[in-house]
Every structure is written in C-alpha cells, then in structure tokens.
C-alpha cells in the first residue's frame, strides 16, 4: 500500500481484509512485524487520540515512531511557494516535509483544512501540496475532507456490534458545537457509510448541507454497494428505526469561510443536542457513534453518553487497531 | 498486579520481591520481557524524571509508551461532572482517560492535589475520579497522597546502602521552598519508611504537622514493622545518630489551602536550609535524600548535595529501576 | 566510542569506518543492534531534525530513546553555579544532566552558543559544564563550535556522490540571513573538510572572518590531509572549478555578542544569497549543501534548491545514518 489517503480508494474486500486484518493483530499480536520500522507523524494541526492511537500502533507491531507537532519549538513551517523568508518562519514545508518523510519507513500526515474557500479544501490543495513533496508511503492522518483512519475503525465498530450492511440504517447528524468544524469527519463518514452499502439519512438544519461533490460521489458508493442516501431536517423522520446515529458538529457550507454568518447562524440551533428523546422512534438497540472528541451538553447529553447507546470507547480503540492493519500492511509490503 | 497505587498496600514480602527483581533487571536485562507492550502516560501535572524513566524502563523491557501531557495542544481537559462544555475545553477525562488507557496495556496517571480542602485529597478524591474510569492496570505516578514509585525507589536506594531496616534512624525533615507544595512525598516517604520498620523522626516547625490520617497509618505501620515514630521541632534532637535525612518541603497544614497564611508562616523559616551542621551529632556516615527537583541553597546547601552524604543521584535512577519491576509484574502477570 | 564530541578527534580511518557502518546500516537494517538500549536526549536548545533523526535511527537499531527538551514543562533549568534558587527555576543542570544521563545507555546534548564572550565560546565553557557532569557516553548534538554529527553526514553526502577528497574544491560560504546564528556549523565544516583533504575556500564579507583559533586548527588539519585552506571576498574567484558550495550563515566575529553591531553590517550584505549566477564559472556538476533549516530567498534562491545541484535532502538524510553508525560502535562496545 503506497497511500491510506481516502476510505474511496479502497474496495469493499479491500477494507474487509484490513478489518479481519485489525481484529487478527488485536487477538494474536504480531510484535514483531515491523521490527525497526519507522513511522514519521507529522503534525500541522494538533492531536491527542491520533498520536497515541499511532505511537501505540508501532510499539505493539514491534517497530517506534517519532512526532513533529506544532506544539514545538518548530518556529512555524513557511508553506507559501516562492515567498522570502525573512519573517519567524525559520524552514519550508518543502525542505521539512521530505526531510522528515526520509527518516521513516511510512508517513502520516496531519493538515487541517484552511476554511477559506471550500473548492479550494474539496480539492485537498493544501494536503496534496505536502504528500507531493514525498515518495514515501503515507498514511492521511485528518485532511480537509478526509480522514480515513477513523472511517476504517468506525466500519470496524460497526461490524464488532453486527450491525447490518445492507439494510443497515445509519443516521449521520449534525450537531451543535460553538465554533465552526472542519468537514474531513462528515464527508468521509458519510462515504464511509455509502461504501458498506448502509441506508443513510444526513440529518442536518438549513445551511448546513454537505457540499454537492461529496453528496454526489457518496450517492454513487451507495448505489454501486446496494444502498442509499437521503437528507432530512426532521429529527424523527431521521430516527425512524435507525441502527446508528453518528453525531457531529461541522461548519456551515452556505457560509463557508464566513465566520461570523455561521456564527449567527448556529446560534439559534444550540438545541441540536443528541439527548434520549431523539430515539422515541430508533430501534431499541440504535447506537451512538462519534470520532471524539465530544463535547458533554453540547453535542450530546451524558445520559446518552454514559449509556448503553454509546460505543464512543471501543471506537476510539478501533482507531489504533485499524491503524495497526494499515500500517502492518504498509509496511510489509515494502520489504 | 492490577495497580500499584499505594506503598501501604503491599507487604514487606511483595516490597522485597519487587526490590529484588529491580536490581535482577538492572544485571541481567530483559529486553524481550515486554515485547509489544504499550504503557500509556498520562500526566496532568508536568514531569520531568518520571517521564524520562518511565519511558526509558519500558524501552529496556522491548516494550513502549506514549505520553500525554499538558504541554501538548489538548485545549484543556475538562474533569467537572454534569458541566455544559461550551467553554476553551473541548474534552472531557470521561472520553480522554478511557481512551488513552484503552490504547496501552497499562497507563501511568499523574495528577497533583488541588490544595484546596485537606480532606478533599486525603481522600484522594481526584486521582479516584480518574482511576474509577478504567479498567486497565494502572500506576500512581504521584497524586495528592501518594508517590509509591518515588517510595519502592527509595526503599531500594536504602538496601543499597545498607541502612538497616529496624534500628535504622530515619528522620524525614520539612525544608524551607518559597511555595507552597503538595504532600505527596511527606506523606508517602513517611509510611514508607514506616513499613520498612525504621526509627523515624519527622522534623518540622509548628504549623506544618503530618496530617492526622497520614501519622495514624504511619504508626500502624510502624508498630506492626517493629519501627517507631516520633515528631520533633529540634533539629539536633532530631538528627542525634540518623542514619538518613530525607529533607522535603511542603505546605502548612495548619493553613492548608490558604497561600497567604502560608506564604507568611514560610517567609520566617528560610533557615530550614540543610548544611553541614545538621549533621554535627548524627552517624558520621548519615545520608542526604531528596526525591528531586531540589532547590540548591533553598531546601540543601550545596556542600551537602555535592558532598559524599548526598545520594540524590542514585536515588533518582532507582526510579527508573524500581519502574521497571512494577511494570514487569504488572504486564507479565496480563498475559 | 566515550564521547562523538569533535570530528577533530577521529582520525580519516576512523571516520571512514563509520561512513562504511552507515552505509552498511542503510542497506543491512540491523534491527535487534541495541535491543533494550535507551538513548537519552537533552536539548537545551530547540530542534526538529536531530530529534526525528535521533529518535528514528534508535528505532531502526532496536532500541528506544525519551526527549527532554526546553518544550516541556521543566520550568528552566538553572545553570549557574553557587547559585541560591529561590526564583523560577525548581532544577539546576548538576541534578537534571546525571540524572537524565542516568536513565540511558549513552546521551545525546544539544546547547547552542552564548554569544557573548568568543573566547567563552571557543572553550566551549557551557558544553563542557555539562559533560563534566556525567560518564555516560555523550553525542554532541550541537554546541557552540561544534556539530560532529553534521560534519559526518556531510562527510558521507560527498562520499556518495563521488566527490574527490584530495583535489575536491570545497567553498564554504558565508550567507545573509536576518539574525545572528552560531559559529558551530561553519567551524566544524571547516575542519571536516580540511580533515577530508579538500582544497577549501572560505568565501565571507569583511567582518564575517571565521576566529583564527578555528582556522589555525583546520589549516593543520588540511596540511596533514594533503588539503588547503584559503580565504575570499570574491564569489567569482571563489567559486572557480568547484565541486560544492557548502552555505551557511553565521555571525559577525568582528562583533561577536554585539547584535546592534552585528545587524547593520549584515543589513548591507543581503545580496548574499546563492543564487544560479554563483556557479557561472563553478564545475557544470558543482552541489549546493547546506545543513537546514534554510531560509528560501534568504540564504538561497528557489531556483538553486529546487534544481538538481541541490542536495539537501539526502545530506539530511545521512544524519540519521551516521548517527546510527556512532550509537552502533558506542552502545555495542559498552556490552
């Protein structure tokens, strides 16, 4: 595997045998597969789950990894082509980037989207300005409309508590959050969701429908898989006999890159708030699901948060033992 | 061993079989001991000697960890109960602990006291708030009341130097800092040297008394270890034949909480320096501890650290070593 | 190996065995090398590359390392001698450096230049201060005359390319850049390539003299290697047939410790930057070097980094290796 950059470059048994994969390497431990192996994580934009899930990734396949976070004294990484660097900025993301690539076996790359100009970030300009500076294997660790190593660990969830594929109903919610969310865990759960052929509602208020080019290349994953795709508004309508809901906050893309009509706007929806009576009409059994991390009495109630419905934990977990099956196969391959 | 949270809660017999194997792993390495094994490190106040070797013991046992630490862009963790999050934190220990426990084999937790209500952390009310959330095997790596890394460390320090158990003089002495610190290392320091079954003297002014609970225990210990305890404001009283003087500063707990009372009470007692001629009627070969970070001509006068009495030194790599047994009994039992 | 301090005190068939140890390394992983050994790694000034390169080539040879750097929480060390600590600092270097060298196997340091006091400097009084503090084996990772570590990728970069040793034309450039940097990358590259048996230009504006305690060492170095040393103000003459132009800026030695000085003769200089126009008259395959961080427009123009006479990244890369080869014959021969 050359790249893990996005849940759509992979088949369905693709990601089945990452999966069986994953579930393989948390049973019978491989200590030794990556003996000596290096992984590179790179950081522009912060990160706790992600860097522990991946640092504790290696350790248990026998290998290490280091990181480069902004948290260090990295004085800012210059990123403009063709700039004169006579500011802070001490080094080019075009000398940083391959350098620290060169010292790995694999990198896995962070980069927030800019959330200016939403083309711009559903073209992943500013992530594929760095995985181009590369020829090493990488591995996306959260881009503007990406992230699939929380896909691959979310599809693991889901598949751990025997909730169906096809005729599996998955409810992707927006919720309310007090600052404008990128749209990388949105986007790519709801692709995510449409590859596994599920039948998905995207519940979300005005203003905050997903962009056009993700709705449309979901609709296809879900045609091609035996599923589909709808949009609501309608809470109830939404939860109708749901097998999962998946909360997450996000920006509004009627006012991308315009914070302060976001702001008005989602100031009227803080009753987005996932609490019990959003599943009168889910099945008994419905699920809560979110990438974390969340926040208590915002986006969800902790009553839903701290019952039976939330499965927030072993997805977290998920996302190391996903990333393992990555890595393991990244890796290998190489030799 | 599930956790190693309190020095009072192993015996003599476990204390030695961990002493025992500390010194077996410092001869004789293993380095495949723990091979794959991931220890998580979760520090909510900052370190520097215990990260450095925790991290290096389980290099040196083939494992790894990770470290989580307020240094990092975590935006604050939030720990309140019930709180609607709409403020700077954007998570709560109630996902973050879970999760970070739930990617190693074992977690190390540091968390000072809040020195605000005394009971409030004799009862340990916030490092329990934190360990009740997991599961996994965990480790106190300093909370309000204890530091039993530091005391196993410290007992193997002692046998090292043939300081003997019973009949051994230990006088643990308040030290002048000009802040206020936690309790920890007094109070863990003295139960330790309790179980080992010395002759202990604590040395300090009127106003910084051991807390009851913490004497009461200690006596317990003491008497069922052939040991004694005594208190005394009479430095050359104190030190009449010591074989060890463990010096420490720590908070008024006639003022506990309160900076100001505190801070005046403290400002008088710049004297508790320890030089030279504390030592004048103690063993000619009395030793220096101190758990480190120390203050040269604060808390110790230089002569006496850079002198022949001082084993600060060793004492902090039987950190390291005595670590390196816990986390070997704690993880090879797991399997 | 004790200490890899001064690429002074190897001889050409010592630094050849290690070049041959990191090529080998590079093609034949040896992954189990240093299972079970710990590096430690102090820096007291910031870094990004000999972190990563430290932490990855430890990895490679099976084993481990832990970072304490001024990032972290440690609330400045203290340094001065006989000093009464009751400020900010809670640690002073005589408890923090053995203690941190304790933990390891062998310790990496990195402490940047005063500049202040050249002499000071010259006697590398704050690096020196350190290592006087241990036994450990200990890597310079950069002092205030020294960066050995850079000194033998570069070595190797040039042994990979084919560049002659005796009769390689080696130009070492002064360049612009908007703050005063240190004189250790300049000083130990100087020696390097005298040692090398290099015919060296140094090419530096008036003022920008490297100190004659340094070019009196590597002219010896350069006689006893069958090399040269000359100094130029002229590009065009300096530049003429040669092989490689190593940039770097560097402070004012004519104002060594007086920024306001040091600024407004470098403020004339900013047409300093290497650009195609340096190589009219250089050898048609002459290489750009240069240690990183670079500043793009500054130090050199795109044009020359981005084209094919650059070749910073392998130069980058070669660190982690030679730092492989020096933990090799260090930690290995302490068995």
Redesign the interface.
Known sequence: MQAFNDIADFSKDEISALIELATRLDRS????AL????L?LLFLS????T???F??A?????????V????????GL?SRP?????GIA???I???V???A???DAIGIRAFAERKNLQHDLDEVEFSSLTELIDTPYINMESAMGHPCQNLADWKTMNDLGIPSNDGKFVLSWAFH?RALPLAVPASTLQMAAQRGMDITVLRPHGFELPEPIMHKARDAAAAAGGSIRESIDRREAMQDAHVIYAKSWSSTAHYGDKIADQELRNELDDWCVDDSWFDNARKDCRFMHC???????VVA?SV??GPRSV???E??NR?LAQMAVLHQMMRIQK
């Open positions: 431990p491989e200590p030794e003996k000596g192996k290096v590179s912060p990160s706790l789950r860097l522990a899930s640092q504790a290696m350790t248990r396949l026998g290998g290490g990894s280091f480069i976070s902004p948290d260090m004294s990295i004085h210059e063709g700039i004169v660097m006579d001490a080094e080019h075009r000398e940083a391959p350098v620290i060169s010292y790995g007090p974390l991390p969340v926040r208590r009495g915002v902790d948060l701290d927030v934990i072993p977290a977990r190391m």
